[in-house]
């Protein structure tokens, strides 16, 4: 984990160099001045040497004044560290994860892969600026103090024989326990964060249905099991507390017992006795620090786990096999005996032995029933998913042949599920062209039949859409959608039944429209109503991830049975409505 994680710490070695050696000599000064408070009790009040009470009052003055600056020092470089740390680590995850294929984002689930960015490098942050302070003062202060004790009186020192390993095991046990419940506390972070996330997600559904209360029970489960993982957690770890103080305070008793005896029998002097009580302080307190940060590290512990699980995670897509210099030429398609399931391990196939040629330029339909694999079939042509069996070729090579960058520029996909971001329309449509003109915005506006609500709002391009295209309505998203789509001029357009909110007025004028400004451009639409395919080159009827018949409407009209038996219950469905 340490060699995976050190390269984001790396650009703040500096600070960190200089951080723990401001922390040593907060700790070593802060060390000295109950040595002076010593002198000022057996000599200068002893003796009535008020000149040498004052000279080594001003000395620990200084020497305080000392520390507090090196202590300060500390501070500045454990936080510019830290958050710089935190800050790298958080822009080296997400962008590994950006790397991600669809696969590796459903092995982790969106709310774990939000949980590690936040929360888990949060906590790793914390561990560094705590530990380049508390790690590095605490074992200072301790060996300081132990020496310091000795060189008073090591009869008298001969306490800690007893103490030190009665704390040590304490600590050793605590952390045994613990480690494994902050494990599961992380665990049931995620679960908390899933629940919500899709919550507020669905917020319209959840609404429609009435099932806020249903929402509410599932989450006060899941905060239940938070809550007591935590509670197991933290009162374990604050079971220390007390075990802490009831040896410290046995050692101060065991010492006054000694130490009182000591200095009636005239074998050690009073001052002696006080810095010597000090000293016993800072040695129990530098262990109940040391024994906090080490409870602290074992969450980061399992915090730097699941988050090194995310860097090491290898993309299942990569460019490995890319030719070098390969452009997509043209929009022409081929599968070649393409067999594609997503899960390795699963037994059965979601596409199976798929031959299907689409020529350049050419307009295709898709149909089939729910679960026919249509979806499955176009998201292999810009390596969205990649086919375990056979050959997915595009411009008349393997896809694998291209860099995903270039692939991807090359094909335009208009998802089931409309995705704006929040920002004007503006800034949404520049997505597909971040150099559109205004001529070239409203050009695919008026393709995808957008202009017509646009040019209704008061903003035009500038209206504010809010989180997730909350202003606008489906129909209109999807049009944006599609407009956004139309604007990278692509050699591929996959539609995948994004006309689904519009009415069928709408959806011709937008298939008309493709035929005029995308001449060149090879089209997939994938539909369920026939009429928005009848008039394609090509249209594929899919069942159980087969391509069970493929044609021109009039030849599927003759030769395929599902087609035909869709397309009269269409026609008969629309003239009942009629």
């Not at 132990?146 to 050793?172: C, E, G, T």
């Not at 006054?256 to 000090?278: C, D, N, Q």
């Not at 993309?315 to 490995?320: M, S």
């Not at 395929?560 to 397309?567: A, H, L, N, P």
Request: with cysteine; proline share 3%.
């Amino acid at each position: 984990m340490m060699k995976k994680l050190w390269p984001h710490a790396r650009p703040y070695a500096k600070w960190i160099c200089v951080g723990v050696a401001c922390s040593a000599l907060e700790a070593v000064f802060e060390m000295l001045i109950p040595l002076v408070m010593s002198d000022i009790v057996d000599i200068g009040i002893a003796n009535g040497d008020q000149a040498f009470i004052l000279r080594k009052g001003g000395l620990m003055m200084v020497m305080a004044v000392v520390s507090l600056c090196f202590g300060v020092g500390a501070a500045v470089c454990s936080s510019v560290a830290g958050q710089g740390f935190g800050a790298n680590l958080r822009r080296a995850e997400y962008g590994h994860i950006q790397e991600f294929a669809f696969s590796n984002i459903e092995k982790f689930s969106t709310a774990s892969l939000v949980t590690r960015l936040t929360n888990d490098v949060n906590n790793m942050q914390m561990s560094l600026m705590m530990g380049m302070r508390l790690l590095v003062r605490a074992p200072v202060m301790l060996i300081s103090a132990l020496i310091l004790s000795i060189r008073i009186s090591y009869q008298l020192s001969n306490v800690f024989l007893v103490a030190l390993p009665l704390l040590l095991v304490a600590v050793a046990v605590i952390l045994t326990r613990v480690g494994p419940m902050f494990r599961s506390l992380q665990e049931k972070t995620d679960a908390l964060n899933l629940v919500v996330q899709e919550n507020l997600t669905g917020i319209r559904v959840v609404k429609s249905f009435v099932r806020e209360d249903h929402e509410r029970e599932k989450f006060a489960k899941r905060n239940q099991d938070l809550k007591g993982t935590s509670l197991r957690a933290f009162g374990t770890v604050v079971v220390n507390m007390p075990i802490m103080m009831l040896i410290v305070y046995g050692t101060i008793i065991a010492v006054m017992w000694f130490g009182g005896k000591m200095v009636y029998a005239g074998t050690l002097e009073p001052g002696k006795l006080i810095t010597f009580f000090t000293y016993i302080t800072q040695i129990m307190m530098s262990l109940m620090m040391v024994s906090m940060v080490f409870m602290m590290l074992t969450r980061s512990v399992a915090c730097a786990r699941r988050i090194v699980e995310v860097l090491d995670e290898q993309p299942a897509i990569t460019d490995e096999k890319a030719a070098e210099g390969a452009v997509v030429e043209n929009g022409d398609i081929g599968f070649d005996h393409v067999s594609f399931k997503y899960n390795e391990e699963s037994p059965e196939w979601i596409l199976q032995d798929v031959n299907v040629h689409i020529r350049s330029g050419q307009t295709v339909g898709v149909l089939g029933g729910t679960g026919s694999g249509k979806t499955s079939l176009v998201s292999l042509i810009p390596r969205l998913y990649e086919a375990q069996e056979g050959t997915v070729s595009v411009g008349g090579r393997p896809v694998a042949d291209y860099t995903m960058e270039h692939l991807r520029d090359a094909v335009s996909v208009v998802l089931q599920k409309n995705t704006l971001f929040s920002g004007t329309i503006r800034e949404n449509l520049l997505w597909g062209d971040p150099h559109a003109s205004e001529e070239q915005l409203w050009a695919a506006c008026r393709a995808a039949c957008a202009d017509e609500f646009l040019e209704r709002m008061p903003e035009g391009l500038d209206t504010d859409l809010g989180q997730g295209g909350v202003n606008v309505s489906g129909g209109q998203k999807q049009r944006l959608c599609i407009a956004r789509a139309i604007l990278k001029q692509p050699k591929v357009l996959i539609l995948d039944d994004s006309t689904s909110a519009v009415d069928t007025a709408t959806d011709a004028k937008i298939r008309s429209a493709f035929a005029d400004e995308l001449k060149n451009t090879t089209k997939i639409i994938i539909a369920q109503r026939v009429t928005s395919v009848m008039d394609a080159d090509l249209i594929l009827v899919m069942d159980q991830g087969r391509v069970v018949a493929q044609g021109t409407h009039e030849e599927l009209m003759k030769t395929c049975d599902i087609y035909r038996e869709v397309y009269q219950s269409q026609q008969e469905g629309a003239s009942i409505h009629g």
